[in-house]
């Protein structure tokens, strides 16, 4: 009881700790991200904290898995290094007698991994893409705010307007800079909004002027106007957006044959199974010599890391171009390491050395 109890403890402190460190770091590189999306005209600068949480959300099934895998190796490990597994041994607890505290202590991550893989992940997918959609079909006008320059979706127009007005369907002294087929025009006028027809965006100018460059040969046109009308692109409509892959859901993506749906498949089953083989090998690989100063124990660890969760999203990529099956992918990869975890703690339990020989036998040899 005190072995278990103990253990459990020490391994859910190291796992909250290391949890919060890899959010850490985590956040931050996310939020940079995000906001040169942002920048870029991916989506609202108000749905960045929106944006930011749903992408914590779809990153969170592989920190729970490392950090569940670090625990198990850092714990273990110092036990090894404390003499601590010798005393434990001694009184005869064996490799596979820490598999059941360190499932007990694993089971509700694991169940947490699953939840967020085949649950949260594919709704903040589908939560991400309908923001990025609602963006898209704002107009160029409601985009931009005033007295800042705001790139078009396309990249191809830069807006610069003054003031909204009109429910901000209308913008008040519009600076505008369109390049397109080597043609560079600036545009400036007192007034602009955008009007939609025919599934065609366009944007209606009042009072203005027009210079247009010709990238080529340097020839300059210089016009103005009291109206004008630009088509600026195709209005969005949401029927018309394909939905990704990682916003469907799990049920439908049995249902779907294609082999891109297949390969996400792999990656979500594959990550569940992936935070059950993080124990196993954790197990298997925590294991030291107190006489030693370092362990490369813990160089593997963090090899087999890299490696096992490259090879996770390369099978998704064999399966997506049809070179493997989605369940021989799944039992090569993950049953593989599964089975080679199993062995090496059988074979550190010393169940694949010869048994001594009794007395009686080796009296008799020497006789």
Same mark, same amino acid.
């Given at each position: 009881m005190l072995f278990d109890s103990s253990l459990r403890r020490e391994l859910w402190r190291s796992f909250i700790g290391t949890l919060v460190v890899l959010l850490t770091v985590v956040l931050t590189m996310v939020l940079i991200r995000v906001l040169s999306q942002a920048t870029r005209?991916?989506?609202?600068?108000?749905?960045?904290?929106l944006i930011l949480s749903y992408t914590l959300v779809g990153q969170l099934p592989v920190l729970l898995a490392l950090a569940l895998f670090v625990s198990v190796v850092t714990v273990l490990s110092r036990l090894w290094?404390?003499?601590?597994?010798?005393?434990?041994?001694?009184s005869g607890a064996r490799q596979f007698s820490f598999l059941k505290p360190l499932l007990r202590m694993a089971w509700p991550v694991i169940a947490l991994v699953a939840l967020s893989t085949l649950v949260a992940r594919p709704w903040?997918?589908?939560?991400?893409? %309908?923001?990025?959609?609602?963006?898209?079909k704002r107009s160029d006008m409601a985009r931009v705010a005033p007295g800042q320059f705001q790139s078009s979706a396309d990249g191809k127009r830069v807006f610069f307007i003054d003031s909204h007005s009109d429910g901000m369907e209308t913008g008040k002294n519009v600076f505008m800079v369109l390049?397109?087929?080597?043609?560079?025009?600036?545009?400036?006028?007192?007034e602009g909004r955008v009007l939609i027809e025919n599934g065609l965006r366009y944007l209606l100018l009042s009072q203005g002027e027009r210079t247009q460059t010709n990238l080529v040969n340097g020839e300059v046109t210089v016009s103005r106007f009291a109206t004008a009308r630009?088509?600026?692109?195709?209005?969005?409509?949401?029927?018309?957006?394909?939905?990704? %892959?990682?916003?469907?859901?799990?049920? !439908?993506?049995?249902?779907?044959r294609s082999k891109e749906a297949k390969g996400e498949l792999v990656w979500r089953l594959g990550l569940?199974? !992936?935070?059950?083989?993080?124990?196993?090998a954790g197990l298997s690989l925590a294991a030291g010599n107190a006489r030693r100063n370092g362990s490369w124990n813990l160089v593997y660890a963090v090899l087999l890391f890299v490696v096992y969760f490259n090879l996770l999203s390369l099978t998704q990529t064999w399966v997506t171009q049809g070179k493997m099956k989605w369940a021989?992918?799944? %039992?090569?990869?993950?049953?593989?390491l599964t089975f080679g975890a199993l062995l090496l703690i059988s074979w550190r339990d010393g169940v694949f050395q010869r048994a001594p020989a009794s007395p009686r036998k080796a009296q008799g040899a020497q006789a």
């Open positions: 005209g991916a989506f609202a600068p108000a749905d960045v904290g290094r404390d003499s601590e597994m010798v005393v434990w041994q001694a903040a997918q589908s939560q991400t893409q %309908l923001l990025k959609v609602r963006f898209e390049t397109d087929k080597g043609l560079e025009s600036v545009v400036t006028a007192r630009l088509l600026v692109g195709e209005a969005v409509r949401p029927d018309n957006v394909a939905t990704e %892959l990682r916003s469907l859901s799990t049920p !439908a993506l049995f249902f779907t569940i199974w !992936a935070a059950f083989n993080m124990v196993l021989p992918a799944l %039992l090569l990869v993950h049953g593989g």
